[in-house]
């Protein structure tokens, strides 16, 4: 029985229309998104930790691998993916949206409609979800292998937005070696597993044998700790100048091919 035939059930499973409308909206938007081989959401309840690094590291990693790689920085209302990049992107009136590119990675957010990256984004949830779904079901991707997507911090409404709308291959978790961090990635493991969407592992980044983070959540939520990204001053310094840093160092490329190659996701 399909999502929707189930929702509208025989007599004893019937759903609310707004279930309904939610199903029906997945089903569409995973249909127009079917030219992506794999989609892999970055993901931390906890702010800081390097999932923007993580995300964009990674879909540099997979492209420098051959593969045809998209990133949607899904952070609305803070969005640093561009600047990462150093690219200023613009979407231009056309619809549907036309991702900026960088060295054959293409990329969507809210930073190509503001002029200056300063200017604070003040939106309401509901206008915050309402983006996340323009991103997913009006941008050009063209086909891709994978589709990266860059989260934002806390466990409510973009992170549900994405959950609901996109059929995920699953999270790759990322915390530092802090109990703190663990602690607030262990969350959003936790909502991952409650909606269902797999782990694919976790990664702890400014790995400087000063903490355990990694492993705690990867014992609490039964995943493999898939990588240790360690604490360099070079991903700081090469981001701040809009320069990639697994594009720039072959000991960071290194160490990003052999998380990826931990996810399952890739060949070889
Ligand atoms: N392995 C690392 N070593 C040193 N600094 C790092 C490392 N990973 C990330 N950073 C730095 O930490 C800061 C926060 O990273 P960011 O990716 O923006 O986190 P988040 O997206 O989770 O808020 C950035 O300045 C980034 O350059
Ligand atoms: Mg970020």
Not at 182 to 210: C, F, H, P, Q, Y
Request: proline content about 4%; aromatic content about 6%; overall charge negative.
């Amino acid at each position: 029985m399909t999502d929707t035939e189930h929702a509208h059930g025989a007599g004893t499973n019937m759903m609310h229309p707004s279930i309904l409308r939610v199903i029906e909206d997945k089903k569409a938007i995973n249909q127009k998104l079917s030219n992506i081989r794999h989609k892999i959401g970055i993901y931390s309840a906890k702010g800081g930790v390097g999932k923007t690094t993580v995300a964009v590291n990674t879909a540099f990693t997979l492209s420098s691998m051959g593969y045809k790689v998209g990133l949607i920085d899904a952070d609305i209302d803070c969005p640093n993916t561009l600047m990462f990049l150093g690219i200023q992107g613009t979407f231009s009136d056309e619809y549907p949206l036309k991702p900026a590119e960088k060295d054959g990675v293409k990329v969507v957010s809210t930073a190509m409609f503001v002029d200056d990256a300063k200017k604070p984004i003040i939106w309401r949830g509901p206008i915050v979800a309402k983006m996340i779904r323009e991103f997913l079901d009006s941008t050009d991707w063209g086909a891709l292998d994978y589709l990266i997507i860059d989260l934002p911090p806390g466990t409510s409404d973009a992170p549900l937005s994405i959950i609901q709308l996109l059929s995920l291959d699953g999270f790759i978790l990322v915390t530092t070696p802090r109990h703190i961090s663990a602690i607030n990635t262990i969350r959003s493991g936790m909502m991952a597993k409650r909606l269902n969407v797999a782990l694919l592992g976790v990664v702890e980044t400014m790995s400087d044998g000063s903490g355990n983070g990694g492993e705690e959540v990867a014992k609490e939520l039964g995943c493999e700790l898939i990588g240790r990204i360690m604490a360099d001053k070079r991903f700081g310094e090469l981001s701040d100048a809009g320069k990639i840093p697994v594009l720039n160092d072959e000991g960071i490329r290194l160490q990003f091919e052999s998380m990826i190659k931990k996810t399952g996701l890739v060949d070889g």
